[in-house]
């Protein structure tokens, strides 16, 4: 009865190791067809698409750069956008993100004065 019991407990390991590798293994699949990341620049930000800044926007939301900035310097930073939300916050599409999603944005939100208060890359 042990025997069984060690035998059956071998094979849910195996069955679980197998699901982790191909977990792991699907996750740099998804990272070799994602922009990698790439230095923020404003000239590079402008020059590139809507949907091919995702590399860019890592960067940028690691340097805290937009941290207590205007609504209208981060809108000479960034350019215009299309997006229609409240008058306290600011939606740019950046495409994909290194090795996390397919398509996302960024989204700025101000405060009453028109500062930044939070920005985060969310999924679309």
């Not at 939301?61 to 205007?70: A, N």
């Not at 306290?88 to 996390?100: A, D, E, F, I």
Request: hydrophobic share 40%; glycine share 10%; with cysteine.
């Amino acid at each position: 009865m042990k025997r069984r019991h060690a035998w059956i407990l071998t094979v849910v390991l195996l069955v679980a190791g197998g699901f982790a590798a191909v977990l792991v293994w699907n996750e740099r699949q998804l990272c070799r067809y994602t922009p990698p990341e790439e230095m923020f620049t404003e000239a590079r930000w402008a020059s590139y698409g809507a949907g091919s800044r995702g590399g860019l926007v890592m960067d940028l939301v690691r340097s805290k750069r937009l941290d207590g900035q205007t609504k209208q310097t981060v809108m000479t930073m960034l350019g215009p956008t299309d997006s229609t939300g409240s008058p306290l916050s600011l939606r740019y599409p950046v495409g994909g993100v290194p090795c996390s999603m397919t398509s996302a944005s960024l989204d700025i939100e101000f405060d009453q004065s028109g500062r930044v208060v939070n920005y985060i890359v969310r999924p679309d």
